[in-house]
């Protein structure tokens, strides 16, 4: 069974950089047929895409992010990770990973991990 | 930062069935990009509940479809139960984000 762990510390700093990696279970990092992506919800409000990353390396990143977010694959620890730089108070999400099936016409996220809370303050 | 409008809250009574709208542009649902629902009930983590359009994935009830036309799609709920409160976001992919674009959400409240 495909599970996604969340793991990072749950408090960061202002101007700090936020990490985060996700732990794949039940399948491996490197199988063609899947993408993985980041999602973030911050408290009360609604889901945001941050970025996507395919086992080769390739990435894509929402355009409100990327001047500041880093994602990276490790297959040999069947992980990939995020990080996200100079963080604000407005950073303070829960973020869940996912594993995210891709093609022509499509992109969704299925299955999500549990998500873990971040949040920026001093 | 999203692009796909849903109304913020529906509701119904037990075994009643509601809509919950999702309505994007020409860069996304109108581009023919195919649509997702998601269902978060409270303090977990958002399920995959229906993808392109309208298929349901394994152990998904049958009380729950798809539907999409145009620039909009839709979810509706057949035979509400008290366990279908949750929050409900469509999801698609917009080309000119270059990525995924999600639903502001739906609030269902069984009455």
């Known amino acids: 069974q495909l599970q996604l762990q969340e793991s990072g510390p749950g408090l960061v700093k202002p101007s700090e950089t936020l990490s985060l990696t996700c732990t794949v279970s039940g399948d491996s990092i490197r199988n063609k047929n899947y993408y993985w992506g980041w999602i973030r919800q911050p408290p009360g409000k609604g889901l945001e895409w941050i970025g996507t990353?395919?086992?080769?390396?390739?990435?894509y990143y929402n355009p409100s992010f990327k001047s500041r977010v880093t994602k990276s694959v490790d297959t040999s620890k069947n992980q990939f990770s995020l990080k996200l730089s100079t963080v604000t108070a407005a950073d303070t999400a829960v973020y869940y990973c996912?594993?995210?099936?891709?093609?022509?016409?499509?992109?969704?996220?299925?299955?999500w991990g549990r998500g873990t809370l971040v949040t920026v303050s001093s | 930062q999203s692009v796909l409008t849903q109304p913020p809250s529906v509701s119904g009574a037990p075994g009643q069935r509601v809509t919950i709208s999702c309505t994007g542009s020409?860069?996304?649902?109108?581009?023919?990009?195919?649509v997702h629902w998601y269902q978060q009930p409270p303090g977990t983590a958002p399920k995959l509940l229906i993808y392109?359009?309208?298929n349901r994935p394994s152990g998904v009830p049958d009380r729950f479809s798809g539907s999409k036309s145009g620039t909009s799609a839709s979810l509706a709920i057949s035979g509400l139960q008290a366990e279908d409160e949750a929050d409900y976001y469509c999801?698609?992919?917009?080309?000119?984000?270059?990525?995924?674009?999600f639903g502001t959400g739906t609030k269902v409240t069984v009455l």
């Open positions: 020409s860069t996304n649902i109108g581009a023919g990009y195919d």
């Open positions: 999801q698609s992919y917009d080309r000119s984000l270059g990525g995924s674009v």
């Open positions: 996912a594993r995210q099936s891709v093609s022509s016409t499509y992109w969704f996220f299925d299955p």
């Open positions: 392109v359009n309208n």
């Open positions: 990353i395919y086992y080769s390396g390739s990435t």
